[in-house]
């Protein structure tokens, strides 16, 4: 039942992950360059903007990568290890890292144009979520951590 539970949140997770490689991908550039028509004046943002949302792009790539890894341990009963911690690392710093992006984006874009307020709660929103994704990773990291020691000295013990 776990392992089936298991495979079923990897692929969900991948499912979810092509849907949005796909969007970036297809849907993204027509939207751009419909909105650089449609909106002339602010046509020269077209590729940087598209630019940087690919380059957020990157680390939530890797930090999908590391939770699928997280899980696969999870599946072969080896959560509790150094590798875990690892990868509660890595995806911590790299929902950091898209929260940071998002900030410096958003201050970079205010600066630049008059933003319309729906587009800076959208990038509100991913900065926030992101944010509690890191928060929330830090934690589990610190206390599969702690859990590692107590199973150390444990371990000792006997």
């Known amino acids: 039942m776990k392992r089936m539970t298991i495979s079923l949140f990897q692929i969900g997770v991948l499912f979810i992950t092509l849907c949005i490689v796909l969007l970036a991908a297809f ?19 077209q590729y940087p903007l598209l630019g940087a949302i690919y380059v ?9 990568l590391e939770g699928l890894r997280l899980s696969r341990r999870v599946a072969l009963n080896d959560a509790f290890s150094d590798a875990s911690v ?17 900030l410096v984006g958003g201050l970079l874009l205010n600066a ?3 933003m319309a307020p729906g587009i800076a709660l959208l990038g509100i929103i991913i900065m926030l979520a992101s944010l509690m994704i ?10 599969l ?11 000792l013990t006997v």
Not at 27 to 45: R, V
Request: aromatic letters at 12%; one cysteine or more; hydrophobic letters at 50%.
């Open 56 to 64: 957020t792009l990157i680390p939530f790539l890797l930090a999908i």
């Open 134 to 143: 890191g928060l929330i990773s830090g934690i589990l990291e610190e206390l």
């Open 27 to 45: 849907w993204l550039p027509q939207t751009a360059a419909y909105f650089s028509k449609d909106a002339p004046e602010y046509a020269y943002l």
């Open 145 to 155: 951590r702690k859990a590692l020691e107590i199973k150390e000295e444990n371990d």
């Open 86 to 102: 690892l990868h509660l690392k890595r995806i911590k710093m790299c929902a950091f890292l898209i929260s940071l992006l998002y």
């Open 112 to 114: 630049l144009v008059d």
